[in-house]
């Protein structure tokens, strides 16, 4: 199995920065493509980003696009959520995710970390 620990959330202010880090383990973690989600309370989980092994292609939501940025360090087995011109719609717990396939579907999780943005 492959292990997903988030890191860098906080409380930031509106139009503020933050980074988010996925740090990668497990023997079977190999060429995986990785995603970004995040869940508001009493809302559905969204998508948020996504990025391929070899991070050529990248995806973004439209209510990201612009402001975040997803990046991987394959070597540091990382990925990364940049995000700047944080709104307070923004404000919910950020999971990193896993796809094995490339197939849309996220097999691995990790707990989440929380972002709160405050005006």
């Known amino acids: 199995q492959v292990q997903l620990v988030e890191s860098g959330g906080g409380l930031v202010q509106a139009g503020g920065s933050l980074r988010l880090s996925c740090a990668a383990s497990g023997r079977t973690f190999s060429h995986y493509a990785m995603g970004w989600f995040r869940q508001a309370p009493g809302k559905e989980r969204q998508f948020v980003a996504s990025i391929t092994w070899s991070a050529g292609s990248t995806v973004y939501a439209d209510s990201v696009k612009g402001r975040f940025t997803i990046s991987r360090d394959n070597a540091k087995n990382m990925v990364y959520l940049q995000m700047d011109s944080l709104k307070l719609e923004d404000t919910a717990v950020y999971y990193c995710?896993?796809?094995?396939?490339?197939?849309?579907?996220?097999?691995?999780w990790g707990q989440g970390t929380q972002v709160t943005v405050s005006s």
């Open positions: 995710a896993a796809d094995q396939y490339y197939s849309g579907h996220y097999t691995y």
